[in-house]
């Protein structure tokens, strides 16, 4: 948790690998995951760089294994996950990988070549047993002659004038949704000068190319003509016609029949020798294509990340540049020495200066991870700035409570979110490809606290399901009204609402001990007290939010060395804050702890004062809060106004004059070389940009390039850049209060929203019978309805809206006052993704 409140410090690491030992250093790296290397041949093309063969084989090789898995999970099976850490191999083992990847790729595409082969003969030899079935008594239809007899003969007897004319055959199968097209297109090609018979296959059968089943028509055409027969040749060839051989006699026929079903046992035979083949070469892919991959992605990785590092003059070693943690550098070391021993020369690793803005390492663990999450989707900060997430923590649950705020809302939440934790273990639930089940479980302990405080703030709401609880016993006395008003069965009769008076003796015995009176929510003013509890505390949340928000910008001042802001933009912005919005704030606090419930209908309205002091004027029928009101407002007013120009014109002018300051050092050191190099040592150490970082502020490098010594401001950028930040404090800091109503607003939507459910539902199911058997059966359904709408209304659609406003009010209200977000993170080389 320490660098969680501000990033760790990072260094720029120099390496000098040998080349013997380089891959094996960066192999270790990689499995410890605790650097990023800096691309040093960023110039130089991919296809230039030194091991670019290698990573081509590398992708040859995944090229490979792609195919070998794609073959595996169309065979219906699954690859198991390696067990253990699986280093990456060394770089004479990948000739022999490759050669036993590709031997066992060939082996496998020739074995599904053979079985798609004989999957084709078998299907044509089932299509050519169907069409002969179907042809067992082909309809030789006879033609309308001289005599109309069925048993006229087809052919006029030898020597007549048609001797010449014989009777064809075309026998063959097509597909079901092509058999009507067929037969349409072959009678009117054919004029009618043909016989077509079609009929459906008595099982549907399997198409080898697609793997699914189909049903066939088995069709037999009788025609006379050799031009006919041509066309009909040429139509079943466009419609992709399985044509078969076709015997006129019925001895013929059958014979070949016994034949076909001969070879179609015999060929099943063989298919099935071939299927339990390849589910043999099937099973020592799926025992070595696991490892072989991770360790393949591994050696690729390793080969690009050389690719990164330049070589030496002597081409002895490899030059490379990392980001490391430095309190990871004696691991770094004492691993370099370690995988370099074997080659006798040892590696180097030394800090180098930088001037480059060095990227954030934040650490986080399964807690912390969501609301890390929550703040670098707004952009992650620069380095080592203050991180938001640990106050984001406490206060991202409790403002979306404050919207929230029901306790049987929130325990149902709770409830879920605490069934993810406590199954955050199990591997079924870490390997759910749901999209939304892996959002609501990366954030399994943001909604837990969610729903806890949700829970915290409906006992302060007393709201269960929009019903009150009585806890406590309640703070305003009835019979005390009743006596002492005199309340008799004729006032009862005309009044349906009753005024309970604080001001009479023994009706209000003192506030709630935790939480709201549960009688308000008897009271027909409930909604006018709740509207200004909640505006108040609302205002109240927001000024104490946006306060702490800018307090936390005085670490990040005193951290980079820039004290002058303190003075000059941090106590302009508290004053301006807090004497406006900090002086709400305190009368409205000052207004609950100085009124009585007995005088409050005579009490001042805090609204027309807070008017009344930007228009320095006064109203005769609002009574101060007290004594000298008027003064401390005016004073306030005008002290507030007064920080805008120092906001303004304070920083630009400061660096301007230490500027100035320091080009009359190197004027006056130009005079006098003996103490020139005394006056740049004085330089340097006074430069915003050679802190102990090694960096400076954005503002303060305007228009500056990185390599040069000093900042050269550009009194232009300087001063738009900060009449910019003026403006967009002061203006914000009235629109950021407002925004804060949200969540007065959406708090009573929830509740206002619940009421509505239970009245609509449940009180309705509640009264329709009395008899218990009639209310049992008919609370069934309607309870039913309730717990659905509940869960889709209030708990999914009602949340998602406040953790909307929640996000806005922390990215928007909050971090603005001291978080930049414009850093980028450190991404170490790791193969932690790759074993995965």
């Known amino acids: 948790m320490g660098s969680m409140f501000r990033g760790e410090e990072v260094a720029l690491v120099q390496l000098f690998l040998p080349t013997a030992a380089a891959y094996t250093c960066v192999s270790q790296l990689g499995e410890l995951g605790l650097v990023e290397f800096r691309d040093l041949n960023a110039s130089v093309s991919a296809f230039q760089r030194r091991f670019v063969a290698d990573v081509r084989r590398c992708e040859e090789l ?71 079935g179907q042809g067992q008594g082909p309809p030789l239809a006879t033609a309308q002659m001289d005599g109309p007899s069925e048993r006229t003969p087809l052919l006029l007897s030898p020597g007549g004038p048609h001797k010449d004319l014989r009777v064809n055959f075309v026998a063959g199968a097509v597909e079901r949704h092509k058999a009507a097209a067929l037969e349409r297109l072959l009678w009117r090609a054919c004029r009618g000068f043909l016989i077509a018979s079609f009929r459906e296959t008595e099982q549907q059968l399997v198409d080898p190319v697609t793997g699914e089943p189909a049903t066939w028509m088995a069709f037999l055409i009788s025609y006379w003509g050799e031009q006919i027969g041509q066309k009909i040749r040429k139509i079943t060839d466009c419609f992709h016609c399985h044509i078969f051989p076709f015997l ?22 063989v298919l099935g020798e071939t299927e339990r083949f390849l589910s043999q070469v099937l099973g020592r892919v799926q025992q070595l294509l696991p490892p072989r991959q991770v360790q393949v992605r591994k050696m690729k990785a390793v080969y690009l990340a050389l690719n990164q590092c330049s070589v030496s003059t002597t081409h002895k070693c490899l030059i490379a540049e990392v980001w490391c943690a430095t309190r990871d550098l004696p691991a770094l070391q004492e691993a370099l020495r370690d995988s370099s021993s074997e080659e006798g020369v040892s590696a180097v690793a030394h800090r180098i200066p930088c001037r480059d803005m060095p990227p954030t390492l934040i650490r986080t663990n399964r807690f912390t991870a969501s609301f890390q999450g929550i703040v670098d989707a707004y952009g992650v900060g620069r380095y080592q700035e203050v991180n938001p997430a640990p106050y984001t923590i406490i206060t991202f649950p409790f403002l979306f409570a404050v919207m929230f705020g029901d306790v049987g809302h929130g325990l149902l939440m709770f409830l879920f979110a605490l069934a993810m934790v406590l199954a955050e273990d199990r591997p079924a639930v870490k390997t759910a490809q749901n999209e939304i089940w892996r959002t609501f479980f990366g954030g399994r302990y943001l909604l837990l606290l969610m729903g806890l405080f949700s829970v915290y703030t409906g006992f302060i709401y007393n709201e269960c399901f929009s019903r009150a609880t009585t806890i406590f016993p309640s703070g305003w006395s009835v019979a005390a009204m009743a006596n002492q008003s005199g309340w008799s069965d004729a006032f009862l009769a005309q009044h349906a609402v009753l005024t309970l008076d604080p001001s009479v003796n023994g009706v209000f015995l003192g506030p709630y001990p935790f939480g709201i009176d549960p009688v308000w929510s008897l009271a027909a003013n409930h909604l006018s007290f709740l509207n200004s509890f909640k505006m108040k505390m609302s205002v109240i949340l927001g000024v104490t939010h946006m306060t702490f928000g800018v307090v936390l910008g005085v670490f990040n001042h005193l951290h980079f060395g820039q004290r002058h802001r303190l003075l000059l933009e941090t106590l302009p912005e508290l004053t301006f804050l807090l004497g406006l919005f900090g002086y709400l704030v305190f009368l409205v606090v000052y207004k609950w702890l100085s009124v009585s419930a007995a005088g409050a209908a005579s009490a001042p309205s805090i609204l027309i004062h807070f008017i009344n002091m930007f228009l320095f004027s006064r109203s005769p029928t609002n009574q101060p809060l007290f004594p000298g009101q008027e003064v401390v407002q005016s004073t306030l007013v005008v002290l507030a106004l007064a920080m805008v120009p120092v906001l303004l014109l304070g920083t630009p002018l400061h660096l301007l004059r230490r500027q100035r300051r320091r080009r009359r050092r190197r004027h006056h050191s130009r005079r006098d070389p003996a103490g020139r190099q005394e006056e740049d040592e004085a330089g340097l150490l006074d430069s915003p940009e050679v802190s102990e970082n090694g960096w400076g502020s954005d503002e ?137």
């Open 700 to 836: 303060e490098k305007a228009g500056c390039p990185e390599d040069e010594k000093e900042a050269k401001l550009v009194p232009s950028e300087v001063f738009m850049h900060q009449a910019i930040h003026t403006i967009e404090f002061c203006l914000g800091c009235i629109s950021n209060t407002a925004s804060y109503l949200r969540l007065w607003a959406l708090s009573l939507a929830h509740a206002q929203l619940s009421e509505v459910l239970w009245a609509m539902v449940m009180r309705l199911g509640l009264g329709m019978g009395r008899e218990v058997g009639v209310a049992a059966v008919a609370l069934v359904p309607i309870f039913a309805a309730f717990a659905v709408m509940t869960v889709a209304i209030l708990l999914v659609m009602e949340g998602l809206s406040a953790f909307l406003h929640a996000l806005r009010l922390h990215w928007v209200e909050f971090q603005n006052k001291f978080y930049s977000g414009t850093g980028y993170k450190l991404s170490p080389f790791a193969f932690a993704l790759e074993d995965e």
């Open 248 to 269: 006129e006699q019925e001895q013929a026929r059958r014979a070949a029949l016994q034949q076909l079903q001969q070879q179609s046992q015999e060929l099943q035979e």
């Open 62 to 132: 995944e090229k490979t294994f792609t195919f070998l898995q794609e073959e595996v999970r169309r065979a219906g099976l699954a690859l198991p996950v390696p067990e253990g850490r699986l280093p990456a191999p060394p770089p004479r083992d990948l000739l022999r990988i490759q050669e036993e990847t590709d031997r066992l790729a060939q082996e496998l595409r020739d074995v599904r070549g053979n079985q798609q082969a004989l999957q084709i003969q078998l299907h044509q030899l089932r299509l050519h047993l169907a069409v002969l």
